[in-house]
């Protein structure tokens, strides 16, 4: 490892204009520079102005270069000119050459260092280095690729428009127009996401815990489906609770801390989240009381997605080292809005690999006249903004995995039942049902269950779980109607049926069908 800011100057940057700070340091420099303010506990709370989220239709991949092959390029993966990139590369670094008070960080990504990376950020912003400590893991030497990350926020990106571009080829990041950190720590994961896998190694979008006798779990699952919450569990401990490898050896943490969602967090629902939330935290555009700095979590003034992030050592059910073994258990959440998936299913090889590449959930928008509209969303491996290489590459690295250590996979429905979120009838799953289906999941009771075929998706559903209601494993029986439940759950599968059509043949073969 490269002395600390031995690769400054390389970059044109003067070391002695980066400034590397400790956490409290940087919680008194972006409080100097009125970049937030403490909260009643101690976090430090921001405001990222005009973007809240991530800017996914902003993000680029620079093209023209041996890594060119490997990418699936098209919406998610758009290219941008080697040419244009260090242009615009070359000319932040000559603005933020010319500033003071930069803020460097130095630390990696990969709880198992022989699979680790470098991760240097500077910044003119100090809450965005302090989220990196939180976010990121500890330096680690002799690390085979280090990545180097300019997150100039608040500098204009071309047009007046953000820009997040990746060089994969020499392990580079800019970021421009936008201060949301999000964008930070996912660019990480695109990275990782490309490299590993030709280092055998499959990356994944998935928190991970484990047992008392040391058995795995993953929970794979865009936002807003559970897979932060219902891997915050006491009764296990924390692997991580969104970015994983998983090698030879068994899966890894790719991160040092957590970015959870804080909409309508409390401590009696998310008790291990919101006793994490203090000194050296950052939380992110999260309303707070003017008087008494005490955040609403309920509020969504500012944006539906409130975040929060803070270091594993705050969490005191954390893995030790941020590794475990082989999972014996995959669970792929989806939110279905539309109220037709039974509340667990057992899939098979082949659904299991349907299910990946579809990355099923839905979301429930909102129009003019005020009425909920309910719209599928389908994002393969359930990251596919974060992928770079095709689908079925991911999926062959899944397919392998499952062959050699027999994981069994679950799909777990934490969305509505009895009616879509749309018609008004529908009520959401109730979280206590979720937890204790889970709970069976990874204690081996409900493998042993009685199984039946859905007649509509051909998923595996229990007939009967002690303590859970029927209408949550048969879908069909929380409908007033039959014949609505039929239309809509029959809308559903042709939609994944349509969206599997041209994986079929690959599917097979990566499943070992005759």
Aim: contains cysteine; neutral net charge.
């Amino acid at each position: 490892m490269d002395s600390p800011k031995g690769w400054l100057e390389p970059l044109g940057l003067d070391p002695a204009k980066v400034a590397f700070l400790t956490p409290p340091e940087l919680v008194e420099r972006a409080l100097a520079s009125h970049e937030g303010q403490l909260t009643d506990t101690g976090s430090l709370s921001v405001n990222t102005g005009r973007h809240t989220g991530r800017c996914p239709e902003r993000r680029f991949l620079v093209s023209g270069g041996s890594s060119d092959d490997s990418v699936d390029w098209g919406k998610t993966n758009k290219p941008i000119s080697p040419s244009e990139f260090e242009s615009l590369w070359s000319e932040t670094l000559r603005q933020l050459a010319s500033m003071g008070g930069l803020h460097g960080f130095e630390g990696s990504a990969g709880a198992d260092s022989s699979h680790a990376i470098g991760v240097r950020l500077v910044s003119p912003m100090p809450w965005q280095a302090l989220f990196s400590a939180c976010l990121f893991r500890e330096p680690v030497a002799g690390v085979a690729r280090n990545a180097t990350i300019l997150a100039a926020g608040n500098m204009p990106g071309p047009g007046d428009e953000p820009l997040i571009a990746i060089d994969l080829e020499r392990a580079r990041v800019l970021i421009l127009g936008t201060r949301y950190a999000g964008e930070i720590k996912k660019s990480v994961f695109s990275f990782l996401n490309w490299w590993l896998p030709g280092r055998g190694v499959m990356p994944m979008h998935c928190s991970a815990t484990v047992g008392s006798q040391g058995d795995v779990a993953l929970y794979f699952g865009l936002s807003g489906t559970g897979k932060t919450t219902l891997s915050a569990d006491p009764e296990r401990l924390l692997v991580g609770d969104d970015e994983h490898g998983w090698s030879g050896e068994g899966i890894f943490n790719f991160e040092g801390g957590c970015y959870a969602k804080t909409i309508h967090l409390t401590r009696q629902g998310e008790p291990l989240i919101w006793d994490s939330i203090g000194f050296g935290t950052v939380l992110e555009n999260v309303p707070l009381d003017p008087v008494r700095r005490i955040p609403d979590f309920d509020s969504s003034a500012i944006t539906e997605n409130t975040r929060v992030a803070y270091p594993l050592s705050r969490v005191a059910a954390a893995q030790p080292g941020g590794k475990a073994g082989h999972p014996g258990n995959i669970l792929f959440l989806t939110c279905d809005a539309f109220g037709v998936l039974p509340a667990v299913s057992l899939l098979d090889r082949r659904q299991a690999l349907e299910q990946f590449l579809l990355g099923y959930t839905a979301k429930v928008g909102g129009t003019e006249s005020g009425v909920r509209e309910v719209s599928a969303t389908f994002s393969s491996g359930f990251g596919a903004p974060f992928l770079p290489r095709r689908p079925l590459e991911y999926a062959a690295l899944l397919a392998e995995r499952l062959a050699r250590h027999g994981s069994r996979v679950w799909l777990v429905n934490t969305g509505w039942s009895g009616g879509s979120a749309s018609g008004g009838f529908g009520r959401r799953m109730p979280l206590a049902v979720t937890r204790a289906i889970v709970s069976r999941i990874l204690d081996g009771s409900l493998a042993k269950a009685e199984w039946v075929r859905d007649p509509v998706f051909g998923l595996g559903r229990p007939k009967a779980v002690a303590g859970i209601e029927p209408r949550h494993l048969d879908p069909c029986l929380a409908w007033s109607n039959h014949d609505d439940y039929m239309r809509e759950a029959s809308a559903l599968a042709l939609k994944f049926s349509g969206k599997l059509d041209g994986w079929r043949g690959e599917i097979g073969k990566l499943a070992g069908d005759s």
